[in-house]
Antibody, heavy 120, light 108 residues
């Protein structure tokens, strides 16, 4: 059974940094791309970033480039999201998702999410 | 930037057919995907590559795509199908991965 467990969320001040983690199990982590998707309170889903199986290629939504960095450690089956210069509008539930790359890449399994609150 | 457009809400009575649409300029070339999100839960994939159903998803869920519009159909909607539904796809370049704004399905 695929399991994705996010952690690292919490309250952070504007301008601060946070690193999210996603521990994966139930599948061979190193053979799948992974992604982060977020959802602001009461709002829709927003793709943030994706990373290939080896970590050799990364992709970002235009609005996230430069502040967010995706990475992975295949030896630990863990996905990361480093978030810097956080703003109030980054307040959201952050989900990690197992990703299928292809003609149209998509997310086939999601974690339960971790809440990030940016506030003073 | 690329956009997928969904109606904000759809309402049906139990047993009726619910149809949720999603329009996007790149849909003739790119697959549409559908996610169900119940209150307080993570999204679940219910349709992939326009019309394929993952294992464990009830047969009453189906998908279709024609031209610039994709449609999620729930035949014989049940109360437990009440949720937000999001379509998802990419733009023609494949560089922008986009969700529709979501449709709240009410079954009562």
């Amino acid at each position: 059974e695929v399991q994705l467990l996010e952690s690292g969320g919490g309250l952070v001040q504007p301008g601060g940094s946070l690193r999210l983690s996603c521990a994966a199990s139930g599948f061979t982590f190193s053979t799948y791309a992974m992604s982060w998707v977020r959802q602001a309170p009461g709002k829709g889903l927003e793709w943030i970033s994706s990373i290939t199986e080896s970590g050799g290629s990364t992709y970002y939504a235009d609005s996230m480039k430069g502040r967010f960095t995706i990475s992975r450690d295949n030896s630990r089956s863990t996905l990361y999201l480093q978030m810097n210069s956080l703003r109030a509008e980054d307040t959201a539930v952050y989900y990690c998702a197992k990703t299928r790359l292809g003609i149209s890449s998509y997310f086939d399994y999601w974690g339960q999410g971790t809440l990030v609150t940016v506030s003073s | 930037s690329y956009e997928l457009t969904q109606p904000p809400s759809v309402s049906v009575s139990p047993g009726q057919t619910a149809r949720i649409t999603c329009s996007g300029d790149a849909l003739p070339k790119k697959y549409a995907y559908w996610y169900q999100q119940k209150s307080g839960q993570a999204p679940v994939l219910v349709i992939y590559e326009d019309n394929k159903r993952p294992s464990g998803i009830p047969e009453r869920f189906s998908g279709s795509s024609s031209g610039t519009m994709a449609t999620l159909t729930i035949s014989g909607a049940q109360v437990e199908d009440e949720a937000d539904y999001y379509c998802y796809s990419t733009d023609s370049s494949g560089n922008h991965w986009v969700f529709g704004g979501g449709t709240k399905l009410t079954v009562l």
